[in-house]
């Protein structure tokens, strides 16, 4: 939600090539006090470089060009299905233990995906094309953040987290800087329109969404299990339509509240019920 609202006043690739820079130089020293003990292989350093690609460059530029087109409401439960689609990845890529009740999960969170994104309604020649093309948007968003989770599961064997997180911002800020600067070009006076909301959303991006939710989520699970520090990402949703339905008077419609049921019980079924499933059910392997 912070993202649309600070879009009203930046340019995306401008938006994103600032939380980046700003970022990578809050990482920098942290990154080169690690890197003296950390040496990096040469031939890891295209898959380290993908990782920004996918995590940074394309999933930001898909979710910002999104998020102008769709509601927060409906890209904050699409993003519900990042979950689902690191199962699937991480089956076919990761060789992954899934489980037919994973397979049934997966194929009732993808439904929903597709109530939201307006799929019916464009069977039926009833929908929105401006809100279609944001909440697919979306949904090519996530694809591109599990694309890059599925190469960092791979790099994390071997670097530290930091290492490879700072990397990937480096090249979100080397990859916005062409389009930040075509945007200066086409329009050099849009620095003067920010207001004090659009600079605080910068740095809550910066801050919060970027180098913050890197440490304490390292420090949360630290003192959590994996299972249960993930769980708190299904609380996001419910906080972002709520404050979009107070800030932003945004509606939640029938068709939405049917897909976002979808896709809370298919990422349930998908993911959070693997281990219990795997206790239970041993000899249903796929």
Not at 31 to 59: C, E, H, R, W, Y
Not at 101 to 117: D, M, Q, S, T
Request: hydrophobic share 55%; glycine share 6%.
């Amino acid at each position: 939600m912070v993202a649309k609202i600070t879009l009203e006043e930046f340019p995306p690739s401008s938006l994103a090539f600032l939380r980046f820079f700003l970022a990578t130089l809050l990482l920098i020293p942290f990154f080169f006090t690690q890197s003296k003990k950390v040496k990096i292989n040469q031939k890891d350093i295209p898959k380290l470089v993908a990782i920004g690609i996918l995590m940074i460059t394309l999933n930001i530029a898909f979710f910002f060009e999104g998020i102008t087109k769709t509601t927060a409401i409906n890209a904050s439960v699409l993003t519900l299905i990042i979950p689902v689609l690191s199962v699937v990845l991480g089956w076919m890529f990761l060789k992954e233990k899934v489980y037919l009740i994973n397979l049934l999960g997966i194929f009732i969170g993808l439904l929903g995906a597709v109530v939201i994104i307006q799929l019916p309604e464009i069977v039926l020649g009833n929908y929105s094309a401006n809100e279609v093309v944001g909440n697919s948007l979306i949904l090519l968003a996530s694809i591109c953040w599990v694309g890059g989770a599925v190469i960092s599961r791979q790099m994390l064997k071997i670097y530290p987290s930091l290492t490879v997180t700072a990397i990937a911002f480096m090249v979100g800020t080397i990859t916005f800087l062409l389009p930040a600067a075509n945007e200066y070009l086409n329009d050099p006076l849009w620095m003067e329109s920010i207001s004090i909301l659009g600079v605080f959303g910068l740095f809550y991006m910066t801050l919060l969404s970027s180098v913050s939710a890197y440490f304490l989520f390292e420090w949360g699970l630290a003192k959590t299990a994996v299972n249960k520090a993930n769980l708190f990402q299904y609380i996001e949703p419910f906080i972002a339509s709520a404050l979009a339905i107070t800030l932003l008077g945004e509606k939640i419609t029938i068709p939405f509240l049917a897909g976002a049921i979808l896709i809370t019980a298919g990422v349930y079924l998908g993911t959070l019920a693997k281990e219990l499933h795997h206790r239970a059910h041993k000899t249903h392997r796929i």
